[in-house]
C-alpha cells in the first residue's frame, strides 16, 4: 500500500532528510522573492499589457469606495512587517539547530503555497478580475486555516509571520476584494452587509483568543481594522462603518494584550531558588 503520510508534504514531521530540507530553502527562497516582488511592483506600478481595467493595487482600492476600502499607508506597512519578519523565518530554514529547521520546514510548504497563491492573487487583482482573485483567496484562506490549526503551536518567530499575519490577512483581504465584486456602497444590500460582516473580523479574533489563547493574530487583526477604520473615516463609504471598525479595533487590541500579558508572565522562567531567597538574606549575620 501507498503510505500517504509520507508523501503528504502537509504533514507534520519529527525530522526532515537533507534532500527535503534543500527543497524547502530552494523553493521557499523563490516563492517569497515572487510574493515580494510582485506586491511592491505592483504598489508602484501598473499592469502593461493588453487589459483594458488595470491598475496599481492601491489605486483599485481607492477607485471604487467599499465597505472594506483599507488605508494604504497601515496597509503597506503591516506587509512591509510581515514580508521582513519573514527572513527571519527563512533563516531558520539555515539554522545548525536541528529543532530550529525541523520547525521551520514543518510550515514550509504551507508558506510557500501561501506565496504561489499571494502572488497569483495580486495577478489577477490588479487587473480587475477580482471573481477569481477571490476564489484564489478564497484557496489561499483554507490552506492557512489548515496551517492554522496543524501548526498553531509553532514558535512565534514562526508563528507570526508564517501563520498568523498571513491568516488574518487573508480573512480580511476576502472582503476587501469580495467588496470590490460589488463596488456599488451607495446601494442597500452591500451597506448592509458591511456593517453586518465588519463585526466577523473581532469574532474571528476573539476565536482565536479565548480558544487558543493566539494573541498575535489578534494584534494582527487590530492593526488591519485600523486600517480600516482610518479609510472609511476618511472616505465615508459607508455610515457608521469608521466607527464599528475602530470600537472593534479598541476592543481587540485590549484583549490581545491582556492574553499576551498573561502568556509572557505564563512562559516566563521562574528565578532560582538562590536569587528569590537573596534579599532576605542579612549581608552583616
Not at 13 to 33: G, N
Request: hydrophobic content about 50%.
Amino acid at each position: 500500500m501507498v503510505d500517504w503520510h509520507a508523501w503528504n508534504p502537509f504533514t507534520r514531521r519529527e525530522s526532515h532528510t537533507s534532500q527535503s530540507i534543500t527543497t524547502y530553502k530552494v523553493l521557499t527562497l523563490l516563492s517569497w522573492f515572487l510574493a515580494v516582488i510582485s506586491s511592491v511592483y505592483y504598489t508602484v506600478d501598473e499592469p502593461h499589457d493588453g487589459f483594458t481595467i488595470r491598475r496599481r493595487i492601491w489605486d483599485l482600492n481607492d477607485l471604487y469606495p467599499t465597505a472594506f476600502t483599507l488605508n494604504p499607508i497601515i496597509a503597506s506597512i503591516y506587509w512591509i512587517v510581515i514580508f521582513l519578519l519573514q527572513i527571519g523565518y527563512i533563516t531558520y530554514l539555515f539554522s545548525k539547530d536541528p529543532a530550529h529547521v525541523t520547525a521551520a520546514a514543518n510550515v514550509g510548504s504551507h508558506f510557500i503555497l501561501n506565496n504561489l497563491l499571494h502572488f497569483a492573487f495580486v495577478l489577477l487583482f490588479v487587473r480587475s478580475h477580482f471573481v477569481w482573485a477571490e476564489v484564489i483567496q478564497a484557496i489561499n484562506f483554507l490552506n492557512l486555516t489548515n496551517l492554522y490549526f496543524l501548526h498553531r503551536t509553532s514558535p512565534t518567530f514562526i508563528h507570526l509571520p508564517v501563520v498568523s499575519g498571513p491568516y488574518a490577512w487573508s480573512y480580511v483581504a476576502l472582503f476587501w476584494n469580495g467588496a470590490l465584486t460589488l463596488h456599488h456602497p451607495t446601494h442597500f444590500v452591500p451597506r448592509v452587509l458591511g456593517n453586518i460582516f465588519v463585526w466577523s473580523i473581532p469574532v474571528f479574533g476573539y476565536f482565536c483568543l479565548i480558544i487558543f489563547k493566539d494573541w498575535t493574530i489578534g494584534y494582527s487583526l487590530s492593526v488591519l481594522l485600523a486600517s480600516l477604520g482610518v479609510a472609511q473615516f476618511l472616505k465615508q463609504a459607508i455610515a457608521l462603518q469608521w466607527i464599528f471598525a475602530f470600537v472593534s479595533m479598541g476592543l481587540l487590541f485590549l484583549s490581545s494584550s491582556v492574553v499576551a500579558q498573561r502568556s509572557w508572565v505564563r512562559n516566563r522562567p521562574p528565578a532560582p531558588a538562590d536569587q528569590e531567597r537573596a534579599p532576605l538574606l542579612d549581608d552583616n549575620a
